[in-house]
Every structure is written in C-alpha cells, then in structure tokens.
C-alpha cells in the first residue's frame, strides 16, 4: 500500500447520525441499552462490540475536539468550559458503565470464540481494566483531569520581552541558536527569570497532583502510584527493573556519546567553556538555519517531503490540510508542546504545535507527521479499541519517520551545507534525548515510590538525578535555582504521569528502523506500514517484529544501536 485512498467517517449504525454531545441524560441510554443487549450468539457479541466502538469513537472525537479547542486558545472560557464539563459532569458517569460492560464481555460464553490472533489484546486490556477499577476512584480521577490540564493554563501565560516586543517561550528560544553570544544570554536569563516566577504555583499544583494520583492507588489496592500505573498504562511486556536496565545503558552507552556531540559543539564555537545558552548556538559568522517563515510553508514544504517518500504519507497531510486539522505556528494564549490528535470516528487526525521557523519544527512536524500516518492506517480496523496502540509503538511511528525523512530534508535546506547542518542537528537529538529521557523516567521513579516526600527532598532527588545523566561540559554557575526547577518544563510529569519511557524505548526503536532503511529502503517502509496498520491487534513485541525489529532495550542492544549512531556521526565529521 503506497498510494494514499481516503478514508472515510465511520457510517453510524448505533446512534443517529445527527447525534451531538451534548448532557449526560442524552448520552446515558445508549449506555443502557448496551447493557441490558441480550448476548445469545457470537454474532450478537460482535454486533454489540461494534456499538460500543461507535459510541466510543463519536464519544472520543467529540472530548478530542473540546481539548483541541481548549489548548488553541487557552484565553477562551467557553472552551474551558465545554473541556470542564466533559471532564466533570460526562466522563466520570461513563466510567462505572464502561466497568459493567467489560463485565459483560468477559462473562459472556461466546467471548472465548472471539480470534485471539486478533481480540488477544483487546481482552487483556479489558481484563485489567475490570481489576483496576474502583468507583471512589472516578471523582478523584476526573479532578486529576482538570487540574493537569492548569499546567497548559499557566505555561500559555508565559512570555518574554526581547527588543522591545513580546515573545512566548517557544518562539523566545530561536534566539539561542543565534551567533551572538551576549543575545544568547541575555534571552536565556529572561527565559530563566520567568519560568521561576511560577516555580511556587507549580510545586503547588504538582503536590496536589502528587497527593491525588496517590489516593487512586491506595485505593485500588497498591503501595505506590508507579505500580498503579504500570499497571494502567499496560506495561504488560517490561517491568520497573526494565527501566533501570534502560537508565544504565544509556548512562554506559549513550552519555559518551553526547559528550563527543557537545565537545564537538564547543569546538566549532571556539569556547573554553559551554554555558547553558551555547548547546543550540552557531558559531560566528552561521546564522541558523531558517527552513520556513510560516505555518502555511511548513505544511506545503512537510507535504513535499513525505511525498518523496511515499505518497501514501503525502496524501494523509493534504487531506489534513483540506479538512483544516493542521494548527502550527506559536502564538500567545496558545498552550506549549505540540502533539497528533486521533480523531476516532472521522479518522483524520489534528496536529498542533508551536512552530518559530526553527530546524526544531521540522523535526516536530516530521515526527507529528509520523503519528498521523499511523491514525490513517489504522483508521479502518474494527473495533475503536483495537486504535488504541500503546505508546511504545506509536512513538516508534513518529520517530522512525523524522529519520526516513532526513534524507528529503532538502526541501527546506536547498543549501548543501545547510542540509548537513540539519541532519546533524536531527542526530543530535537523537542522542541527547535518550538521557533527557533516562532523566525523567528515574525521577519519575523517585516521585512515586516516595510518596509524601517534600518540596526540598524532591528538589535534591531531581539534581542527583539529573546530575548523574549529565555530560558535566556544561557550567550552570549563577543558574543554579533554574536547574533544580528544571524539570517543571517537562509538561508530561504534569500531565501524562510516567508517559515518558516510550519515547526512550521507541527511539532506540527507530533506530533500528533507520538501519534497516539505510539497508533496504523499500522493504523497511513496507514493514514500518504493515505494523502500523495493525493498531493494538497484537502484542508490543509482535508488533515491532512485523516492523523487522527487536522490542528490546537491553545495555547489549543499546550498545549495538549506539555503535550504529556513532557511526554516522563520524560520517558527519564528529569525532
């Protein structure tokens, strides 16, 4: 499959099709009536699976469409409000349905005649979920919701004066890839002054946090929230010891790495020292590299380059484009970060972002890309359940397409050199993720498993950590205070707690996946489609073996992959 076809909305067959979202006693007698469907045959159980993934689908686009609204314009009331009343007054009285219809399914005589070859993980998911539930859980949960969402209230508020005119964060940082140093620093310190004006309000909106997630797991009959979430997240396939594994190799296998890379930096600057503002900087005389000037560019130049690849990937963005689901560009009240929203019944996803014109957009705009591949191709399985993929393979999606992309990157770099640049800087990120990434997993361990623990305690156990995932070259000396706030930027500690992991396991993922493209380029992107196109039909390991690839993050296969990298940093002239 290389030639993209539309797709099309899922024809109603459950609810009218006029049907909107609008109150709860709208929506609760399609509940009921689910409930009380009387399963006499195989046939039935299928048919009633099918409803629920139509209600669950027309539910999903509708909450999806609410939190898009909301993070577009965070200035908005009516769309805070409309977020809050979903979170409030809808989910919380769908979760004890949800409850007794997977009750339902799993005592139903002809479920053990459902393929297992394509309901195994479903059924899994299904069970845990029956386990987990506990309905003190559901108020508390749909508080968590809204209170995480203020992490996106209070980063969109904050924003920097620099020659006289107003910048957000995202768009502040373009200014430290520029030449002159004394800028640099002069935009870091305002960067850093105001993140720490909210420093209090955060540590006070974490710790509200942090109380709550430890109630749902006391509750549901665990220690600590680490292994409440483990658990809910559906980490059938690793374990915590996994992950000390993975923070290991990376501190053996990849830090040298990014030392070189940093060394190499600090070279090319002419720098006896790396300070904070210098790890994006240019030396003088190189400006940075400017790919677009405009969200618009952007899309028409993404679009290009996934057409050079396939134009299967193309199409999905220009239907995108066509249907408006594309916003790009960094503006004030818009919330930070950037992501790709499955849109469940339409199938046509929405990304956001907050593009500047910087190489880092692109690389977000190929990785965003990547995910909205993966909603086209799963569009038609099913059931809605059988779409809702772990992350561990739906980042091996994105980051497998920032690297199969590289190499069609002239599109925004016309200039030879410039391209070289922009890969290199594509690589570098590659390397300096995974610690980042080691970083936040660990700390994330702390937390948890240290539950009641203080602000103080907390801002130790962060530095250790972070220290001992750091390369050393750089001097923080006066920054202090910002570094040991430094982890209330990572917007998923807030708001997708111990979502953080899949990003490290499915970049080492991709790049198994670049290597076998740089091998067999044809083949590599027919595997890389055939896994997406399954959903969550199989297991996490089975899945990135239909990619051509290992599920492993073992210190040897690290080393493996690193010794891969390596090797084309040196072809990129690091040493």
Not at 98 to 104: I, M, P, R, T, V
Not at 118 to 127: E, I
Not at 488 to 502: D, G, N, S
Request: proline share 4%; hydrophobic share 40%; net charge negative.
């Amino acid at each position: 499959m290389t030639t993209f076809e539309p797709i099309e909305k899922i024809k109603r067959q459950f609810l009218p099709e006029d049907f909107k979202l609008t109150t709860w006693d709208a929506l609760q007698p399609y509940f009921e009536k689910l409930l009380n469907q009387e399963l006499n045959s195989k046939a039935k159980l299928e048919k009633w699976l099918q409803d629920i993934s139509e209600l669950e689908a027309v539910i999903s686009e509708d909450a999806c469409w609410r939190q898009i609204n909301m993070t577009c314009d965070t200035t908005n009331p009516a769309f805070e409000e409309a977020f809050t009343y979903f979170c409030m007054e809808i989910e919380p009285k769908m979760k004890p349905y949800g409850f007794e219809l997977n009750k339902k399914l799993v005592a139903c005589p002809f479920t053990k005649e459902l393929d297992p070859n394509l309901y195994f993980p479903y059924l899994r998911s299904v069970d845990n979920a029956i386990k987990l539930y506990r309905e003190e859980n559901v108020a508390i949960q749909a508080e968590l919701s809204m209170l995480a969402q203020q992490y996106g209230v209070l980063s969109s508020k904050m924003s920097v004066e620099i020659d006289g005119k107003e910048y957000t964060l995202q768009q502040a940082a373009k200014f430290l890839q520029q030449p002159d140093r004394k800028l640099r620093e002069t935009v870091f310190n305002k960067i850093a002054t105001r993140r720490l004006q909210d420093k209090d309000q955060l540590n006070e909106l974490f710790d509200k946090l942090l109380e709550r997630r430890q109630q749902v797991a006391k509750n549901a009959g665990f220690d600590n929230y680490r292994d409440y979430k483990f658990r809910e997240l559906g980490r059938f396939d690793y374990t915590p010891e996994d992950c000390f594994a993975f923070h290991q190799a990376v501190k053996e296998h990849i830090l040298p790495l990014q030392a070189m890379l940093t060394e190499h930096r600090r070279k090319r600057l002419g720098l006896d020292v790396m300070r904070p503002w210098d790890g994006d900087a240019e030396p003088e005389g190189t400006q940075p590299l400017h790919p677009f000037e405009t969200g618009t560019e952007l899309t028409g130049k993404a679009i290009e380059v996934f057409g050079d690849l396939r134009n299967y990937f193309s199409g999905c963005l220009e239907t995108m484009k066509e249907m408006h689901r594309l916003d790009l560009e960094s503006r004030k009240g818009k919330a930070p970060g950037g992501y790709n929203c499955p849109l469940a019944e339409t199938g046509v996803p929405f990304i956001f972002m907050n593009a500047a014109g910087t190489i880092g957009d692109v690389i977000t705009m190929m990785h965003e890309g990547g995910h909205a591949v993966h909603s086209f191709l799963s569009h038609d399985l099913k059931l809605s359940a059988f779409k809702e993929y772990p992350m561990e393979i739906a980042e091996l999606a994105s980051m497998s397409m920032e690297l199969f992309s590289m190499e069609h990157w002239d599109v925004f770099f016309k200039n030879p050199t410039d391209l070289k640049r922009a890969q290199l800087e594509e690589l570098e990120r590659v390397i300096t993720v995974l610690p980042w990434i080691a970083t936040i997993d660990k700390y994330q361990h702390w937390i948890y498993t240290n539950p009641g623990h203080t602000i103080a305690q907390r801002e130790k156990a962060w530095i250790d950590i972070l220290n001992e995932f750091s390369t050393g070259l750089t001097d923080w000396t006066g920054f202090e205070e910002y570094r040991t706030n430094f982890w209330q930027k990572q917007l998923h500690l807030f708001e997708v707690p111990f979502y953080y992991i899949e990003y490290g396991i499915a970049q080492l993922g991709a790049i198994a996946m670049w290597r076998q493209y740089r091998e067999t380029k044809t083949a590599a992107l027919d595997n890389y489609m055939k896994a997406l196109s399954l959903g969550y039909t199989k297991t996490l390991k089975e899945l990135y073996a239909t990619a051509g690839i290992k599920f492993d993050f073992s210190p040897a296969y690290v080393k493996e992959l690193g010794g891969f990298v390596k090797d084309r940093l040196k072809e990129a002239g690091v040493n």
